[in-house]
């Protein structure tokens, strides 16, 4: 073996980076037994953990042993701290993964993936909600990283200093090592693509299979994935036209406009009506689970009354686990697409539909009214570029000189947005208007004022407390405006982006998606809608309502028309897309078949035989999405 004493740096790495995410997967396991025991075969996520973290080492590796093979000694020495400082580098990087992922896991019940890449733009939110939410976990894993970075220094080179070696066996190994490297790095000598995450789905339960991964790698992989933004082949390959054809059998429309824009059709109102106003009041993390009218907890009070008054839509659900998902949908209707919300993309930040270019062509005025930062998530510029003229948030609560009730670390308040938006509303008194408004106080670390409710537990900053918050602020813009002369020329709809944490053992949680929504408006008679629904539907449902006569790309539905809508959701967990019709959901999984179950009820998914209609029908709505993206045809023209 002592021909082989110059790869000591390498094998050292290797045995320090299976220790730590090994380590951690076991701890990872008993935080979470009693989810990952459901799985009979849970066992298997130890030894699909040891091949994911050799393939990480095996790349991570690769460039130092090009060096130490190839390299003449005297060269390795004059730069042997590098492969000290790299090592160590990705030794602690690695260790800093594991230290984060718990509460990670905790919060979004998965490994660290392209979530927390978005996050890390937004220094000031993060770090706020760092601090006041996981400060005990901010200062052990602070601790924990000082003592191994100072202990990893000291014996740094004893550990990865490069070991002379002759020339001549350098050389006669560096092919069967380079081999095992690779065949490391690829997982596999036998399939014709190398592993990744998908060969990891070993159990129903996502959260399940993701313990089996390790953190480094989804980030890193995450990261990989950027480039392929708006690519769908993993998902599968289907004719343009076969795709569009399908899509249109679930619309609810019997002719379409002749135009390069697949989906364009007619919209006008059934009968002569005055032109409403529409404001989407945009509730942040509002799950069904916390409505009360809706059998969830009793944390709703100001809503459940509310839903006496309107249409409330008892089996609606999120299309996706994110803000801009939401925000996508109530404000374009847009097919979801699995690589990211067209929010953050940068071919939809001009020309791209939605109903504020709907309703400014007929002379509305348009506004996005926020207590927080307009730039998170990119909001203010995918608004910007399409249709709303006016952005208020933050910087002008900051600037209007007025007494706030409460700013945070989100922003101000949503008792604070209910004043405002009214306020702006009021001013528009001789002219139409669209508005979306968008809370923040249902929002990690649940900051909100004193004195407003009768709090539902301790301690203060709690979700259910901030649930109960934003019930009152939901209250308080209704008593607001029903004061007013808009309130009765306005169509409303308080509705959910998505729930605070989506999380359960199938591979779709269907019951996170499950979301409150209801219409309050004058030419919508009160009542409750039990009809499967999607976020989906909802924008062409208000842009029916509101009286204009325009033309449409929206593939949703309208769900005043009960008789005709189509019951089809789509919902998307990290990568994973499904495609709901009635008591069946096909889910769908990069390159790899899809599955297909019935549904019990909203927490039990019982495998069934694919029916291949049905997975192609899913696969068009997919196929579509990107098309329609890339090719810029989600126009009104």
Known sequence: MGKLKYLKPIGLFF????????????????????????TSNYIDLFFIGLRFDTILLSYISFLPFLLITFLPDNWLQKIKNFFAIYFIFF??????????????????????????LDYLIYPKEVIGTLLKSY????????LILIVVVYFAFKKGKYWFYPVQSMYKYKLLFFLPVAFLLFWGARGSLTSKRPINASNAIFSPDQMTNSLALNSTYTVAFAAYSLKNEGNVKKYGKMDETEAYNRVKKYMDVTEFIPSDVPFLHHVQ??????????????????????????????????FDSLAKEGLLFTNLYCTGTRSVRG?????????????????????AQQGFYTLAEAFGE???????????????????????????????????FDADGQKHAFKGTWGYSDEDLAIKANEYFKSQSN?????????????????????????????????HNAMKYADFAIGKFFELAKNEAYFKNTIFIVIADHNTRTYGKNLVPVNKFHIPALVIAPNVKPGVYNKLASQMDIAPTLLKLSGITT??????????????????????????????????????NPNAKPLQFKLENDTIMTPMPLNEELAKDGLAHIISSSNLYKDRKYRMK
Not at 15 to 38: M, P, Q, T
Not at 434 to 460: A, C, Q, V, W
Not at 551 to 565: D, F, H, I, W
Request: aromatic letters at 12%.
């Open 15 to 38: 045995l320090l980076g299976l220790l730590i995410n090994s380590l951690s997967r076991i701890i990872l396991f008993f935080i979470f037994k009693d989810r990952a025991v459901e």
């Open 91 to 116: 030794l602690v990087i690695i260790l800093l993964m594991e230290l984060s992922t718990p509460d990670f896991i905790h919060q979004y019940d998965t490994r660290p993936n392209r979530l927390f």
């Open 135 to 142: 400060l005990s976990s901010l200062i052990i894993t602070f």
């Open 269 to 302: 109102p059934d009968s002569i009506q005055p032109k409403y106003n529409v404001v989407i009041f945009l509730q942040e993390s509002l799950g069904a689970e916390y409505v009360g009218c809706l059998d969830g907890l009793p944390l709703t009070p100001n």
């Open 327 to 347: 925000i996508e949908q109530v404000t374009s209707g847009f097919i979801p697409n699995p690589s990211e919300s067209v929010v953050k993309l940068g071919g």
């Open 362 to 396: 007929q002379g509305y005025d348009t506004s996005f009214i926020y207590g927080g930062m307009g730039n998170f998530d990119n909001m203010a510029s995918f608004f910007n570029g399409n249709g709303f003229k006016n952005i208020i948030d933050e910087t002008d």
């Open 431 to 463: 002219k139409p208007f669209f508005s979306l408004m968008f809370s923040t106080s249902n929002h990690e670390p649940f900051e909100f004022p004193d004195g407003r409710i009768e709090l539902y537990e301790k301690p203060k900053n709690s979700v």
């Open 551 to 588: 033309n449409s790309p929206m593939v949703g539905n309208n769900l005043m028309q009960k008789e005709t809508a189509k019951e089809r959701t789509i919902m998307l967990f990290h990568e994973t897309y499904s495609f709901r019709v009635g008591n069946e959901i096909v889910v769908y």
